[in-house]
């Protein structure tokens, strides 16, 4: 009798044991936002941030970008400027339809299929996620009233205009960071001043162990075949 106890507190003891270090390893990735990989900021197309930012008290950003060069920088490409420029590059057919040319002119032309939206077109030129970086985190949060960092929003700095603005492009003119930024401002009226410093993502809480536990499957199997044997 005395035996059975002890192995059945044996059993219970291992059973305990290896009860405990699966909740371990399952409290590795305590909540499922930090589990799954980083969500990803997707394209949404400046149609998309047209709702939020066209508003007086915003500052109109659409409306700003729309009436500016960006928008148009890929209407630009069917002028008779566009159409000589590109035959001296040895463009054949339209510059429009030309990807040497169409890299600086257009957003959607830079992007995969997969990641071009519905509301995103060749026509709309350079949009503002070429310059502030992928928008759907930062809509969904901004649609939950939450902050703006850590959305996938990227800082715009000299660098970014540079990509295009420089020696490549057949038409370059010397460019000047605080002129040129100057020239197409849609900062918010009432934060002119009120300078932040970028956006400092939030670093993913990492645990010491590494479980990479694959997404849901074998977990239930385990906890009831864990402690029937
Ligand atoms: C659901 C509403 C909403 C949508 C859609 C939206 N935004 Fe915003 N966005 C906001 C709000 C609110 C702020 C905060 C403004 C403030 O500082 O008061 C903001 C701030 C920003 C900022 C400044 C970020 C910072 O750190 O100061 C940028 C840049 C921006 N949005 C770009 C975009 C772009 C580009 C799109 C489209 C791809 C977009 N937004 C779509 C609501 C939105
Ligand atoms: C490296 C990026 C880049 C490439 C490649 C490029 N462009 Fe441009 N393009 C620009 C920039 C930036 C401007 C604004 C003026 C400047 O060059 O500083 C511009 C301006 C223009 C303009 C003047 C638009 C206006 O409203 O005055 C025309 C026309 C033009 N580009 C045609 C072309 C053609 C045609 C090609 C292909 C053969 C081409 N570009 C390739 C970046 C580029
Ligand atoms: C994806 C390429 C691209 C990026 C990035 C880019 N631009 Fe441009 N930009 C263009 C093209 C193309 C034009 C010409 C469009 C037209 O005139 O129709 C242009 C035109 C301009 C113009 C008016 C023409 C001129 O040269 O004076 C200004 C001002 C300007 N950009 C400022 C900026 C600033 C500031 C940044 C960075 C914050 C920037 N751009 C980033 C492609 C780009
Ligand atoms: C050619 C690059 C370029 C494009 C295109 C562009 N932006 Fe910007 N945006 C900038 C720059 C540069 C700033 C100023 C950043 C700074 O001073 O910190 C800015 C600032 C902003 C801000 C912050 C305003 C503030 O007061 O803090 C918002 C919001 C914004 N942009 C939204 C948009 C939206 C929405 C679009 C498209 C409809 C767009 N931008 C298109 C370059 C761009």
């Not at 949404?44 to 941030?49: L, R, T, W």
């Not at 992007?111 to 026509?123: F, Q, R, S």
């Not at 009233?145 to 000299?158: D, I, N, Q, R, Y």
């Not at 009120?194 to 400092?200: R, V």
């Amino acid at each position: 009798m005395k035996r059975i106890t002890a192995v059945t507190v044996g059993l219970l003891v291992v059973c305990l044991g290896l009860a405990y270090c699966w909740a371990q390893s399952e409290g590795d990735t305590p909540d499922k936002a930090t589990k799954k990989e980083e969500p990803k900021a997707e394209y949404i197309g400046a149609a998309s941030c047209k709702m939020c930012h066209n508003t007086t008290k915003m500052g109109k950003q659409y409306k700003v970008w729309s009436e500016g060069p960006h928008a148009k920088a890929f209407a630009a490409l069917a002028s008779e400027e566009a159409l000589a420029l590109a035959k001296k590059a040895g463009v054949k057919g339209s510059p429009q339809e030309a990807a040497q040319c169409l890299k600086c002119h257009s957003t959607a032309a830079g992007l995969t299929k997969a990641e071009i939206p519905k509301k995103m077109k060749l026509e709309n030129g350079v949009e503002c996620e070429t310059c502030h970086g992928p928008g759907s985190l930062h809509k969904k949060m901004m649609a939950k009233k939450k902050g703006a960092e850590g959305t996938g929003l990227v800082a715009t700095t000299e660098k970014t205009c540079v990509g295009c603005h420089n020696e490549e492009s057949p038409t370059y003119k010397k460019f000047e960071y605080a002129k040129a930024t100057a020239a197409i401002a849609h900062l918010k009226p009432a934060k002119a001043g009120a300078e932040k410093t970028g956006s400092e993502a939030k670093p993913k809480e990492t645990s010491g162990k590494e479980t990479t536990t694959e997404k849901g499957n074998g977990d239930t199997e385990e906890k009831s075949g864990s402690c029937s044997h």
